[in-house]
């Protein structure tokens, strides 16, 4: 175990020299929701339900391209990795027995990324529990522990999965979301938090469903953290910390009436039974159910459809042989029937619902429940588990606490909970852009919590979406301080989708529309008050026709068919300078101009028009998309951009005006710059290459500098400064979407005038 490189102050980040570090990430690797043997996307039907004889080595990519991909990363400026991984590639194929080959292939990638640099924390990843009930996450054999026949998800609805929907090609947009709200997973988090209180018959060798399920999930995470522990030189030094379980869900706890689609329920997609009709088509009975869609405006109803299982049920029969995995189900369980049916929440005799509100106050004290309640009470109580254990193992990790999604988190703030080295962890998606995979100009908040506490929720024109975006983000955040007290706020997951207006960009390079809604995300991620975030997603097998190869969704910021984002040397510049600086070093003087070193090639207003110029890109343009000349660079400019890394004092704000390609950095340091830890800001060669970049200060000396990295180079900016409030600006070169020569259409003399700050200095 290595000492601190990351710790936790208040609601700050800092490394070793008390800089305040900004979390600057990226989710890796969106591969790792599904088996690399058999390597089966969520399209394929091929031995799916052999769940148990499948491996996870080689996600999220194979160690001999690892170098490949972090290369990559680092020079897109990331300093941070969300690494996902799921409890199936731990315990696939049955209760206790731990995929080793798996956990040593994962400490080996986690070496590589120490050789980079990265903080890196730890995700067990789920999306409406399984690959098995439409997402990804547990193992299949917890489903049959359950008392659930996997077979049967798709023609009752219980849950609609993509590996067996007769037509994968077109498996409707974003409907594994609406998984959530049918009886499969209703049931499963039920289980999962609550099962003791609303489940007592579900037990399973001499457990309760919750025990059962909790205990494993827990052991396995621990099982790898222990693991990594005995590794050595990564825990702390490249492992900082742990995630709580991705994007858990209440279940049914809370519902206040079983017949009808709670209020709170925002989204509606394809079929949208209440909970009690779910119960009944999942055993069997055919229902009509109201059918929904997405439009500009939400979710609206189309119409009705008769949903008929013909006496298909998603539990198995009676007759199931249960000693295949060596548990033993309590005789009180019986196999073969809803086991709501079982609590007598429905007569199947009669298909009558009997009680209601069942989940709707808790059964110790008959106080009633809501997502708050359920958040408080049954979320914390699994928490607290999942911490204290992998605290057990990793003794000073942060922990992530991710409370359900776009609810109100648990009220903490001065009580047990309140742990100083803990963060909160938050998702955000902006709704209407997610589901109808289209950026428009005016939008009506869809976050859950959010639309019904922030005023105006209709929003027109872009600059409104765009501070809309920002306030919404804000909101979190200041929630988070008054809930759960004063911690860091990190957006693990925050994206959009690339196959936005039919696959628009693919057929023609034109990436306008996501350059447009990925900087906005940003300029509201840089306006927000958080402390970084992890975008949502890198997926290293991307490609046009399958997206990220799971449910339909394209997120990745990378892709095998689009254009790499320009490097250094493909820019063709003329700067043969490996460094440049402020010609002052007293720290307390304005510095305004720059300096260059002996080596750099004069640059004329001759030559300045020519210096831009890459006729090497030029081609690969052409070739790859000869219907248009945009050069398809996947939105690259609006991700790829300044941000500050390591900060000496606190940030007070920044942001990156991509239109004008300015960066901007206010801060507050209580003493000078030390010598050995500048303030460091990431700087992209593509907007800022050092020819061309005016660096402006309120004091202090600069260098910008060209490090090597892997097969290629990131620019840094470092900055020493006074204490007290210190600002920097840096300006660069202006170019339109997916161009790389300047913008001059704004302005004539933009050549000119960046000759002149350049020959300024000579």
Same mark, same amino acid.
């Given at each position: 175990?290595?000492?601190?490189?990351?710790?936790?102050?208040?609601?700050?980040?800092?490394?070793?020299?008390?800089r305040?570090?900004?979390?600057?990430?990226?989710?890796?690797?969106?591969t790792?929701?599904?088996?690399?043997?058999?390597?089966?996307?969520?399209?394929i039907?091929?031995?799916?339900?052999?769940?148990?004889?499948?491996?996870?080595?080689?996600?999220?990519?194979?160690?001999?391209?690892?170098?490949?991909?972090?290369?990559?990363?680092?020079?897109?400026?990331?300093?941070?990795?969300?690494?996902?991984?799921?409890? $199936?590639?731990?315990?696939?194929?049955?209760?206790?027995?731990?995929?080793? $080959?798996?956990?040593?292939?994962?400490?080996?990638?986690?070496?590589?990324?120490?050789?980079?640099?990265?903080?890196?924390?730890?995700?067990?990843?789920?999306?409406?529990?399984?690959?098995?009930?439409?997402?990804?996450?547990?193992?299949?054999?917890?489903?049959?522990a359950?008392?659930?026949?996997?077979?049967n998800f798709?023609?009752?609805?219980?849950?609609?999965?993509?590996n067996?929907?007769?037509?994968?090609?077109?498996?409707?947009?974003?409907?594994?979301?609406?998984?959530?709200?049918?009886v499969?997973?209703?049931?499963?988090?039920?289980f999962?938090?609550?099962?003791k209180?609303?489940?007592?018959?579900?037990?399973?060798?001499?457990?309760n469903?919750?025990?059962?399920?909790?205990?494993?999930?827990?052991?396995?995470?621990?099982?790898?953290?222990?693991r990594?522990?005995?590794?050595?030189?990564?825990?702390?030094?490249?492992?900082i910390?742990?995630?709580?379980?991705?994007?858990?869900?209440?279940?049914?706890?809370?519902?206040?009436?079983?017949s009808?689609?709670?209020?709170?329920?925002?989204?509606?997609?394809?079929?949208?039974?209440?909970?009690?009709?779910?119960?009944?088509?999942?055993?069997?009975?055919?229902? $009509?159910?109201?059918?929904?869609?997405?439009?500009?405006?939400?979710?609206?109803?189309?119409?009705?459809?008769?949903?008929?299982?013909?006496?298909?049920?998603v539990?198995?029969?009676?007759?199931?042989?249960?000693?295949?995995?060596?548990?033993?189900?309590?005789?009180?369980?019986?196999?073969?029937?809803?086991?709501?049916?079982?609590?007598?929440?429905?007569?199947?005799?009669?298909?009558?619902?009997?009680?209601?509100?069942?989940?709707?106050?808790?059964?110790?004290?008959?106080?009633?429940?809501?997502? $708050?309640?359920?958040?408080?009470?049954?979320?914390?109580?699994?928490?607290?588990?999942?911490?204290?254990?992998?605290?057990?193992?990793?003794?000073?990790?942060?922990?992530?606490?991710?409370?359900?999604?776009?609810?109100?988190?648990?009220?903490?703030?001065?009580?047990?909970?309140?742990?100083?080295?803990?963060?909160?962890?938050?998702?955000?998606?902006d709704?209407?852009?997610?589901?109808?995979?289209?950026?428009?100009?005016?939008?009506?908040?869809?976050?859950?919590?959010?639309?019904?506490k922030?005023?105006?929720?209709?929003?027109?024109?872009?600059t409104?979406?765009?501070?809309?975006?920002?306030?919404?983000?804000?909101?979190?955040?200041?929630?988070?301080?008054?809930?759960m007290?004063?911690h860091?706020l990190?957006?693990?997951?925050?994206?959009?989708?690339y196959?936005?207006?039919?696959?628009?960009?693919?057929?023609?390079?034109?990436?306008?529309?996501?350059?447009?809604?990925?900087?906005?995300?940003?300029?509201?991620?840089?306006?927000?008050?958080?402390?970084?975030?992890?975008?949502?997603?890198?997926?290293?097998?991307?490609?046009?026709?399958?997206?990220?190869?799971?449910?339909?969704?394209?997120?990745?910021?990378?892709?095998?068919?689009?254009?790499?984002?320009?490097?250094?040397?493909?820019?063709?510049?003329?700067?043969?300078?490996?460094?440049?600086?402020?010609?002052?070093?007293?720290?307390?003087?304005?510095?305004?101009?720059?300096?260059?070193?002996?080596?750099?090639?004069?640059?004329?207003?001759?030559?300045?028009?020519?210096?831009?110029?890459?006729?090497?890109?030029?081609?690969?343009?052409?070739?790859?998309?000869?219907?248009?000349?945009?050069?398809?660079?996947?939105?690259?400019?609006?991700?790829?951009?300044?941000?500050?890394i390591?900060?000496?004092?606190?940030?007070?704000?920044?942001?990156?005006?991509?239109?004008?390609?300015?960066?901007?950095?206010?801060?507050?340091?209580?003493?000078?710059?030390?010598?050995?830890?500048?303030?460091?800001?990431?700087?992209?060669?593509?907007?800022?290459?050092?020819?061309?970049?005016?660096?402006l200060?309120?004091?202090?000396?600069?260098?910008?500098?060209?490090?090597?990295?892997?097969?290629g180079?990131?620019?840094?900016?470092?900055?020493w400064?006074?204490?007290?409030?210190?600002?920097?600006?840096?300006?660069?070169?202006?170019?339109?979407?997916?161009?790389?020569?300047?913008?001059?259409?704004?302005?004539?003399?933009?050549?000119?005038?960046?000759?002149?700050?350049?020959?300024?200095?000579m």
């Open positions: 175990m290595t000492s601190l490189r990351l710790r936790v102050e208040g609601s700050t980040f800092r490394d070793q020299q008390n305040e570090v900004t979390l600057r990430g990226i989710n890796i690797d969106a790792a929701k599904y088996p690399k043997r058999p390597n089966q996307p969520s399209y039907p091929d031995n799916f339900y052999d769940g148990d004889n499948v491996s996870f080595v080689g996600r999220p990519f194979e160690l001999d391209d690892a170098a490949v991909h972090f290369d990559r990363l680092k020079r897109w400026g990331y300093n941070t990795l969300r690494y996902i991984f799921t409890w $199936e590639a731990i315990e696939h194929s049955g209760p206790g027995k731990y995929d080793e $080959e798996w956990i040593d292939f994962t400490i080996e990638t986690l070496k590589i990324a120490k050789k980079y640099g990265f903080y890196v924390f730890m995700d067990p990843h789920q999306d409406v529990w399984s690959r098995h009930s439409g997402g990804s996450g547990a193992p299949m054999w917890t489903l049959y359950m008392g659930f026949n996997p077979a798709n023609i009752t609805q219980g849950a609609l999965v993509h067996t929907y007769p037509d994968p090609e077109n498996f409707p947009k974003m409907i594994w979301g609406t998984n959530y709200a049918r499969v997973c209703q049931t499963i988090f039920t999962f938090y609550a099962g209180d609303f489940a007592p018959k579900a037990i399973i060798n001499g457990k469903i919750q025990d059962f399920l909790q205990d494993h999930f827990i052991a396995a995470c621990k099982h790898l953290a222990w990594i522990h005995e590794a050595g030189w990564l825990e702390n030094d490249v492992v910390g742990w995630e709580s379980m991705n994007e858990g869900s209440r279940g049914l706890v809370g519902y206040q009436d079983l009808l689609v709670p209020s709170e329920q925002k989204l509606q997609l394809g079929t949208s039974p209440t909970a009690f009709q779910a119960m009944l088509t999942g055993s069997g009975r055919p229902c $009509e159910l109201p059918t929904w869609a997405f439009g500009s405006f939400g979710p609206y109803q189309t119409g009705r459809e008769l949903v008929d299982p013909k006496g298909e049920s539990w198995l029969p009676a007759d199931y042989d249960d000693s295949q995995y060596g548990w033993k189900r309590d005789p009180g369980w019986k196999l073969g029937e809803c086991i709501w049916a079982q609590h007598g929440v429905w007569d199947p005799s009669t298909d009558t619902l009997l009680k209601k509100d069942y989940f709707a106050r808790d059964p110790k004290n008959g106080e009633q429940l809501d997502y $708050e309640g359920f958040t408080n009470q049954y979320f914390m109580a699994h928490y607290r588990k999942f911490r204290n254990e992998i605290r057990s193992a990793h003794s000073d990790s942060i922990m992530f606490c991710q409370p359900p999604v776009m609810e109100i988190p648990p009220t903490i703030k001065g009580t047990v909970d309140d742990d100083p080295n803990m963060v909160h962890a938050v998702h955000y998606y709704g209407l852009t997610l589901m109808r995979k289209h950026w428009q100009v005016f939008s009506i908040l869809f976050a859950m919590t959010i639309a019904n922030l005023q105006e929720p209709f929003k027109i024109g872009e409104a979406i765009r501070n809309c975006i920002r306030d919404q983000l804000r909101f979190l955040r200041d929630e988070s301080f008054k809930l007290g004063n860091p990190v957006l693990t997951e925050i994206g959009i989708p196959d936005m207006d039919d696959k628009h960009a693919y057929k023609t390079g034109d990436f306008g529309s996501q350059v447009s809604a990925m900087d906005a995300h940003h300029f509201a991620l840089e306006g927000s008050g958080t402390n970084g975030f992890t975008l949502w997603t890198y997926m290293s097998e991307n490609n046009h026709k399958w997206g990220d190869q799971w449910n339909g969704e394209d997120l990745s910021l990378y892709s095998t068919e689009d254009l790499e984002f320009p490097t250094r040397g493909s820019l063709a510049l003329v700067d043969n300078s490996r460094n440049q600086s402020s010609t002052s070093l007293d720290r307390n003087s304005p510095s305004f101009s720059l300096s260059r070193s002996n080596t750099l090639t004069q640059v004329s207003p001759d030559n300045v028009k020519s210096a831009l110029k890459t006729p090497s890109i030029a081609a690969q343009s052409e070739s790859a998309f000869a219907l248009s000349d945009k050069p398809g660079y996947r939105a690259a400019e609006a991700f790829i951009r300044p941000s500050p390591v900060t000496h004092g606190n940030v007070t704000q920044y942001g990156f005006d991509l239109k004008n390609c300015s960066f901007t950095l206010s801060l507050t340091a209580d003493s000078s710059t030390p010598e050995a830890a500048p303030t460091i800001i990431y700087l992209p060669e593509y907007h800022y290459p050092s020819t061309y970049t005016e660096v200060v309120s004091g202090g000396k600069w260098v910008i500098d060209v490090q090597e990295v892997g097969s180079t990131v620019q840094l900016l470092k900055w400064h006074a204490e007290g409030d210190q600002n920097i600006k840096v300006n660069g070169v202006k170019r339109k979407p997916g161009a790389l020569v300047p913008d001059t259409s704004e302005d004539e003399g933009y050549l000119e005038q960046c000759q002149r700050n350049v020959c300024a200095v």
